[in-house]
């Protein structure tokens, strides 16, 4: 068994076909999928989404690029939200400088904001970081501690910080750029991490792995990811599917699985 642990099957070019999508996943073992919200609307989606399918759970928040539009209304939405039971996980939340889509001051305010609410929920979070590894590793030891835990999603940063990450309790969750030719730096860090922090995801409809770099990525995908890792750390397949799947369930209080 795979768990795919960051999936956007909420995004127009997916959620049309989300029945095949799943059904490409399970013929690869892939037999659970965290939806992520990215605001909302894509969050209430993914929620939907995963009342209607055994193999979905959801994470809801609003994404750094939306951290403009942040008001009320939507804390009050996102809050109603997480009373559903399918859903896991906050986010994903967190900080993006290499868009300028919302001012870094929002972004800041807004995630240390939802940081507040997850951990008033209790639940883990979903962290996007994307050029500000500084602002977001501050803000998260600002607002720490995080007993329900935590994820760098797509992790992006240097070995060397992997263990401010660690020390807040976080899991590391790798995504197609490991795969990519020139991914020195996931690819150090990712032979580096503790089997009991690695996770695996898609990211899809993004970042499609190797040998499908630039088309459409959907969950099935992720045993390229599972592949790769398994190549740099030097254990078999079966070792990081059983790794990351137990990591997964762990942090997102899943069970045992099967």
């Given at each position: 068994m795979i768990v795919d642990t960051h999936a956007h099957l909420n995004d127009s070019r997916l959620a049309p076909d989300v029945d095949q999508w799943l059904q490409e996943a399970r013929a690869v073992d892939v037999k659970l999928i965290i939806n992520v919200g990215a605001d909302?609307?894509?969050?209430?989606?993914?929620?939907?989404?995963?009342?209607?399918h055994d193999e979905l759970v959801a994470a809801v928040g609003v994404h750094p690029h939306e951290a403009k539009s942040w008001n009320a209304q939507m804390e009050v939405d996102l809050l109603e939200l997480l009373e559903h039971p399918k859903v896991c996980a906050y986010g994903e939340i967190g900080l993006?400088?290499?868009?300028?889509?919302?001012?870094?001051?929002?972004?800041?305010?807004?995630?240390?904001?939802?940081?507040?609410?997850?951990?008033?929920?209790?639940?883990?979070v979903i962290i996007h970081d994307r050029?500000?590894?500084?602002?977001?590793?501050?803000?998260?030891?600002?607002?720490?501690?995080?007993?329900?835990?935590?994820?760098?999603?797509?992790?992006?940063?240097?070995?060397?910080?992997?263990?401010?990450?660690?020390?807040?309790?976080?899991c590391i969750s790798f995504a197609g750029p490991l795969t990519f030719r020139n991914a020195k730096r996931p690819a150090l860090a990712?032979?580096?991490?503790?089997?009991?922090?690695?996770?695996?995801?898609?990211?899809?409809?993004?970042?499609?792995?190797?040998?499908?770099?630039?088309?459409?990525?959907?969950?099935?995908?992720?045993?390229?990811?599972?592949?790769?890792?398994?190549?740099?750390r030097g254990v078999e397949f079966a070792t990081i599917a059983s790794q990351t799947t137990s990591n997964a369930l762990r942090l997102f209080g899943l069970g045992s699985g099967d």
């Amino acid at each position: 068994m795979i768990v795919d642990t960051h999936a956007h099957l909420n995004d127009s070019r997916l959620a049309p076909d989300v029945d095949q999508w799943l059904q490409e996943a399970r013929a690869v073992d892939v037999k659970l999928i965290i939806n992520v919200g990215a605001d909302v609307e894509s969050s209430r989606l993914a929620v939907s989404q995963a009342a209607s399918h055994d193999e979905l759970v959801a994470a809801v928040g609003v994404h750094p690029h939306e951290a403009k539009s942040w008001n009320a209304q939507m804390e009050v939405d996102l809050l109603e939200l997480l009373e559903h039971p399918k859903v896991c996980a906050y986010g994903e939340i967190g900080l993006d400088y290499y868009y300028d889509f919302s001012p870094k001051h929002i972004q800041q305010e807004v995630f240390a904001a939802q940081l507040r609410i997850a951990k008033a929920k209790r639940l883990p979070v979903i962290i996007h970081d994307r050029c500000a590894h500084q602002d977001v590793l501050r803000i998260l030891e600002q607002n720490g501690p995080y007993p329900a835990g935590g994820v760098m999603h797509c992790y992006s940063g240097s070995a060397e910080m992997l263990p401010a990450y660690l020390d807040l309790g976080f899991c590391i969750s790798f995504a197609g750029p490991l795969t990519f030719r020139n991914a020195k730096r996931p690819a150090l860090a990712a032979a580096e991490v503790p089997d009991d922090r690695l996770l695996v995801e898609t990211d899809c409809p993004y970042l499609s792995p190797e040998p499908y770099r630039g088309k459409l990525n959907h969950p099935a995908r992720v045993v390229h990811i599972v592949e790769r890792l398994a190549e740099l750390r030097g254990v078999e397949f079966a070792t990081i599917a059983s790794q990351t799947t137990s990591n997964a369930l762990r942090l997102f209080g899943l069970g045992s699985g099967d």
